[in-house]
């Protein structure tokens, strides 16, 4: 397991782009609708669009891919993870589709479970 993206909920996409790009520097790596991903050197940083949801601490997720998604849900719930929907395809690239699910931890962070299938 490893954390691949870190997905920050922003009110303006089109305004955040233009901060991470023209005002830190980071590269654009790829977009799909209300997303676009940037280059954070051993992850991506991922802006997600969501003007109608308040930006507050519990607007930031940490994405875990696996290598077999299905079996890792499975495992975690089987340990207790109580996740708040069911695992789905939620992008596709070429011949695969991307599955995530997501939960919370103690403190309400949300995290995701993701992996190419």
Same mark, same amino acid.
């Given at each position: 397991?490893?954390v691949?993206h870190?997905?920050l909920?922003?009110? /303006? =996409?089109e &305004?955040?782009? !233009? $901060?991470?790009?023209? =005002? =830190?520097g980071? !590269?654009?790596?790829?977009e799909s609708?209300? $997303?676009?991903?940037? %280059?954070?050197?051993?992850i991506?940083i &991922?802006?997600?669009a969501?003007? %109608?949801?308040?930006?507050?601490?519990?607007?930031?997720?940490? &994405?875990?891919e696996?290598?077999d998604?299905?079996s890792t849900?499975?495992e975690?719930?089987?340990?207790?993870?109580? $996740?708040?929907?069911?695992l789905?395809?939620?992008?596709t &690239?070429? /011949?695969?589709t =991307?599955? !995530?699910t997501?939960?919370? /931890?103690?403190?309400?962070?949300?995290?995701?479970?993701?992996?190419w299938?």
């Amino acid at each position: 397991m490893k954390v691949s993206h870190v997905i920050l909920r922003v009110r /303006d =996409l089109e &305004a955040s782009v !233009a $901060f991470y790009r023209d =005002l =830190l520097g980071l !590269a654009v790596i790829s977009e799909s609708p209300g $997303f676009v991903f940037f %280059d954070g050197g051993s992850i991506q940083i &991922a802006l997600n669009a969501n003007p %109608d949801e308040p930006t507050d601490e519990t607007s930031t997720e940490v &994405a875990l891919e696996v290598e077999d998604v299905h079996s890792t849900v499975k495992e975690m719930e089987d340990r207790g993870i109580e $996740f708040e929907v069911p695992l789905r395809p939620v992008t596709t &690239a070429g /011949d695969r589709t =991307l599955h !995530a699910t997501h939960f919370r /931890d103690l403190d309400g962070h949300l995290w995701s479970v993701t992996g190419w299938v």
